[in-house]
């Protein structure tokens, strides 16, 4: 079992069937499922993706610059966060919800120390406002907290998908899944499971990702065990 993992959300996920808005059934069904792993004693932190809300690149569709469409996108993500830390407390699991952009009213500013104390008291973290830099996704996010927080593990937590895919097993039956991959093979092949500069810098930390589907019930506590079936991202 890890001892500390990182949990990518996605944003689409929060918005249940219509993968849009925040649908608080969806909501606590995910929290009660980070509950049951998180009650197999691993520390958790928490980065969520703000895509049931806002994507920076929806700002560019309609012609506005994207540094702002980013900053929106930022925005959504902590609302998504605060969503997330709602439903934990609901059912007992004590958690904190960190920022990088200041907004003291609602949540702490990200402090990389008191992240890791938080985890070594036993509350979730979650992280919201991405890096809080434009030009970044919350994959690349991923990639810099856990380096940060030295997390074990990534573990990406996809809404109806498996693992990594050689093409998209929606569109294609004769997609071949991959049960192993290292970074360099993502990047060669221009696998869509990460973006560039995240998969690079897991690649430089020594992070590894583990991929699977997280509408599975019990498969982010299997995550959390190494016991998903999913993909596994490794260095070598």
Request: net charge neutral; glycine share 10%; proline share 2%.
């Amino acid at each position: 079992m890890y001892k500390r993992v990182l949990l990518k959300l996605s944003g689409e996920a929060l918005g249940g069937q219509n993968q849009s808005g925040i649908n608080s059934e969806a909501i606590l069904a995910i929290a009660k499922e980070i509950k049951d792993a998180y009650e197999s004693g691993v520390e958790i932190a928490i980065v969520v993706g703000g895509g049931n809300i806002w994507r920076g690149k929806t700002g560019e569709q309609i012609g506005m610059e994207r540094s702002s469409g980013d900053y929106m996108g930022m925005l959504a993500t902590i609302m998504n966060a605060l969503a997330v830390q709602n439903a934990l407390e609901l059912i007992g699991v004590d958690s904190r919800v960190m920022t990088s952009l200041q907004v003291p009213q609602v949540a702490e500013p990200y402090i990389r120390k008191r992240a890791i104390r938080h985890m070594e008291k036993g509350r979730v973290v979650i992280f919201g406002g991405g890096t809080g830099l434009p030009y970044f996704s919350t994959d690349t996010t991923s990639a810099v907290r856990a380096a940060e927080i030295k997390a074990d593990v990534i573990l990406m937590a996809k809404n109806g998908t498996d693992g990594i895919y050689d093409k998209d097993p929606n569109k294609h039956a004769d997609a071949k899944k991959y049960d192993n991959l290292t970074f360099s093979q993502i990047l060669d092949q221009k696998l869509e499971v990460m973006d560039n500069t995240a998969a690079a810098l897991c690649m430089d930390n020594d992070i590894d990702l583990v991929v699977f589907d997280m509408n599975e019930k019990g498969n982010i506590k299997k995550a959390v065990n190494g016991k998903v079936k999913g993909t596994t991202v490794t260095k070598n």
